[in-house]
């Protein structure tokens, strides 16, 4: 069992030979997209590939506990449970002259924050040093950014502190402004948490970056250049070249591509839901409690796409209608489990295709999207699982790896989510 789960990993991480550009500029408002495990990443996990579904499940936790959270959204996030490392990341400059940052991404987040010079417990040697930026500014206790953050203090010079946990980790910070840089983009004042102590190693390494709809999130901080819209494309975990694309703004999103409603959650309006309405297994509709898929923002029950959780996760009865039906047109062969997948096959076998519908679009999977393969006895596993059963759990996470190859359009203003296939290796 060892054995099958060490060559499935090395299946997922290994990447072709090939030589790329690490360093290749973006261009315009379109910013390359790395994986955490690509060739351009300094971040490469060795983690073992239970240890990886671990903190998926960690992930997921951490959603379920901002769906169901009683107050509006926190624009720094507190981050409780997310998984250790990013899983997608892309460049920033931040200051004047421009210092290069690594950071997260995080479309679940309203998070923005960077460890600074002198951060005591900080893990990366890349730090952001405000000292030598001409454009840099603390934040005082008056801002009104300083009641946006968790647990705000005022420090002896009169600056915004605040204190949060991460996983693991307890941080402290500063709320400061500086000039960001995204690719050509110059986004002066972008208002952020400047680092100074941290314990714990659960903190992405050179900072957050969230997606989220908060007041301090990326997207509402730049509505006047990016108009709340941005799409992103997620390269498939077996290309060499292992970057995506991360588009800011409403120029050259695609034009045909199909939407679903976006809903909101005010007690959570940074997650995006969608409305889930059915599942497809081959050319059955599974029968799903109405109540399994259902929005409800007292609860926080529902379905959001995410990035940073791996593998989508269905609440139990969904799931298991799900797993069943594809057990069930999975013929002459008989399931068995791989580490946290428990409907895994051997050898030459059809698989029947599995279809998302969301109210106004059907997204159907491509193989690459919906199985996770091993060299070993040709394994292969359906690339899902049931929400943990030790929580009261309500809601559905659309996934990275389900995602994968697939334009993700959020365009807010319009309150849409669209998807189209797009080869974005």
């Keep these: 069992m060892r054995s099958h789960l060490l060559i499935l990993l090395i299946s997922l991480l290994v990447f072709k030979s090939e030589s790329i550009n690490c360093n290749e500029n973006s261009h315009s408002s379109d910013l390359r997209v790395f994986h955490i495990n690509s060739q351009c990443s300094p971040f490469k996990t060795s983690a073992s590939w239970e240890d990886t579904l671990l903190q998926d499940k960690a992930r997921f936790l951490y959603l379920s506990s901002l769906a169901a959270a009683k107050k509006s959204s926190v624009p720094i996030a507190s981050g409780r449970g997310i998984v250790q490392s990013p899983t997608y990341i892309v460049r920033a400059n931040i200051g004047t ?100 102590k941290s314990s714990g190693s659960s903190l992405p390494a050179q900072g957050l970056m969230g997606l989220g709809r908060g007041p301090l999130s990326l997207i509402s901080q730049t509505q006047n250049l990016y108009q709340s819209t941005f799409s992103y494309c997620l390269p498939n975990s077996k290309s060499g070249n292992f970057s995506g694309s991360l588009r800011l703004g409403p120029k050259f999103q695609p034009m045909r591509i199909k939407t679903t409603p976006l809903l909101k959650n005010p007690r959570r309006s940074s997650l995006y839901y969608v409305n889930l309405v059915g599942i497809r297994v081959g050319n059955k509709i599974v029968d799903i409690p109405t109540s399994a898929l259902a929005f409800d923002p007292a609860t926080g029950a529902g379905t959001i796409f995410d990035s940073g959780t791996v593998y989508t996760r269905l609440v139990e009865p969904a799931y298991l209608a799900v797993r069943d039906e594809f057990r069930r047109r999975v013929k002459n062969a008989n399931a068995t489990s791989l580490g946290g997948f428990d409907t895994c096959y051997s050898g030459s076998v059809v698989y029947p295709s599995v279809t998302f519908m969301f109210a106004g679009m059907n997204v159907t999977l491509p193989t690459d999207n919906l199985l996770i393969h091993s060299s070993a006895g040709n394994l292969s596993c359906l690339a899902m699982a049931a929400a943990p059963t030790n929580v009261n759990s309500v809601l559905n996470v659309i996934a990275s790896m389900q995602q994968q190859n697939h334009r993700v359009l959020i365009d807010v203003p319009n309150s849409r989510l669209g998807i189209s296939r797009e080869t974005c290796t």
């Design 97 to 196: 002259p421009a210092q290069p940052m690594l950071v997260a991404l995080d479309t679940s987040n309203d998070a923005a924050w960077i460890p600074c010079s002198g951060c005591v417990g900080c893990s990366s040697s890349v730090l952001f040093n405000p000292s030598k930026s001409s454009s840099s500014r603390t934040l005082q206790c008056q801002a009104p950014q300083c009641k946006q953050v968790p647990n705000p203090s005022c420090t002896v010079n009169k600056s915004c502190g605040f204190n949060m946990t991460y996983g693991g980790s307890a941080i402290e910070a500063y709320l400061t402004q500086d000039t960001l840089t995204l690719a050509n983009d110059v986004i002066p004042n972008y208002t952020f948490g400047c680092i100074n």
